[in-house]
């Protein structure tokens, strides 16, 4: 069959989160570095599309290609291992310390940034004709989104900065269930249709990805938008951040974990 059981692929995340601990720095760097790349295009790719046809849903609806993509590949999304790489550490696997969940939630965070800051080099290059011009009418969107979600946010102080955590919470339930749902699978078109679903929810819904917003940001700085550095790191990346551990550990890594691994049927070896 090519479905699994909920107590079977349930452990398999916990044999995810643990695999991804014990890899080299230089593969965990080359797996991020990739996977906030391919995000990146993904993003661009989606707004372009939502800016053209003026339809959100329509691009809310191609973006999870780049998700699909970059999980297929075998790169890593910090979204990802906050969900997985715990599991090993709460599961006691041998050789898994919090030291080393730690050190790889930087490497990733790292490795994710310095992929989509390329890409947002890149696409400014091209929005702009190497800043020569004044940016595309995509590269304009871009520049709002940035405004929107920093300077929108800080207007509001305490709440919205409750509201941007919440919706950090609610994107990385989506997206870490997206890659559990890859899991459900052992055929490359049904883990595609499982990842699908919940990517398309979070986009649609324009909840917070710490991961795209590596992209959006930045770019978004490039090519003009009003808000300094220091908006998008307070008003948005932290935040965002944080509501996206919370939100992929407890709404998505530990229920699962805690009621299909600790108290699933155990197998007899006879």
């Given at each position: 069959?090519?479905?699994?059981?909920?107590?079977?692929?349930?452990?398999?995340?916990?044999?995810?989160?643990?695999?991804?601990?014990?890899?080299?720095?230089?593969?965990?760097?080359?797996?991020?570095?990739?996977?906030?790349?391919?995000?990146?295009?993904?993003?661009?790719?989606?707004?372009?599309?939502?800016?053209?046809?003026?339809?959100?849903?329509?691009?809310?609806?191609?973006?999870?290609?780049g998700f699909c993509?970059?999980?297929?590949?075998?790169?890593?999304?910090?979204?990802?291992?906050?969900?997985?790489?715990?599991?090993?550490?709460?599961?006691?696997?041998?050789?898994?310390?919090?030291?080393?969940?730690?050190?790889?939630?930087?490497?990733?965070?790292?490795?994710?940034?310095?992929?989509?800051?390329?890409?947002?080099?890149?696409?400014?290059?091209?929005?702009?004709?190497?800043?020569?011009?004044?940016?595309?009418?995509?590269?304009?969107v871009i520049a709002?989104?940035?405004?929107?979600?920093?300077?929108?946010?800080?207007?509001?102080?305490?709440?919205?900065?409750?509201?941007?955590?919440?919706?950090?919470?609610?994107?990385?339930?989506?997206?870490?269930?997206?890659?559990?749902?890859?899991?459900?699978?052992?055929?490359?078109?049904?883990?595609?249709?499982?990842?699908?679903?919940?990517?398309?929810?979070?986009?649609?819904?324009?909840?917070?990805?710490?991961?795209?917003?590596?992209?959006?940001?930045?770019?978004?700085?490039?090519?003009?938008?009003?808000?300094?550095?220091?908006?998008?790191?307070?008003?948005?990346?932290?935040?965002?951040?944080?509501?996206?551990?919370?939100?992929?550990?407890?709404?998505?890594?530990?229920?699962?974990?805690?009621?299909?691994?600790?108290?699933?049927?155990?197998?007899?070896?006879?």
């Amino acid at each position: 069959m090519s479905y699994l059981m909920p107590s079977e692929f349930a452990v398999k995340m916990v044999d995810a989160g643990e695999s991804k601990l014990l890899m080299a720095t230089r593969d965990v760097l080359i797996r991020a570095f990739m996977a906030g790349a391919i995000l990146a295009l993904a993003a661009v790719f989606a707004v372009t599309i939502t800016a053209q046809t003026g339809v959100p849903i329509v691009g809310a609806a191609l973006f999870p290609v780049g998700f699909c993509m970059l999980y297929l590949l075998g790169f890593d999304l910090l979204t990802g291992v906050f969900t997985l790489t715990p599991l090993a550490l709460i599961d006691k696997r041998p050789g898994v310390t919090l030291g080393k969940v730690l050190k790889n939630w930087g490497l990733v965070f790292v490795g994710n940034f310095a992929g989509a800051l390329v890409v947002a080099v890149m696409m400014s290059i091209i929005f702009t004709f190497c800043f020569s011009t004044e940016p595309s009418a995509v590269g304009k969107v871009i520049a709002g989104i940035g405004e929107a979600r920093t300077i929108g946010y800080k207007q509001y102080g305490a709440a919205g900065m409750l509201t941007l955590f919440i919706r950090g919470m609610l994107c990385n339930w989506m997206v870490s269930t997206g890659v559990v749902g890859a899991m459900i699978s052992t055929s490359v078109s049904g883990k595609v249709i499982a990842m699908w679903m919940p990517i398309m929810v979070f986009f649609f819904m324009t909840f917070e990805h710490s991961v795209v917003n590596m992209f959006l940001f930045p770019s978004a700085l490039i090519m003009g938008g009003k808000f300094s550095v220091a908006d998008y790191i307070i008003w948005n990346e932290i935040p965002t951040v944080v509501g996206n551990l919370v939100g992929g550990l407890a709404f998505t890594g530990l229920t699962l974990y805690a009621t299909h691994v600790k108290t699933g049927p155990k197998r007899v070896i006879i």
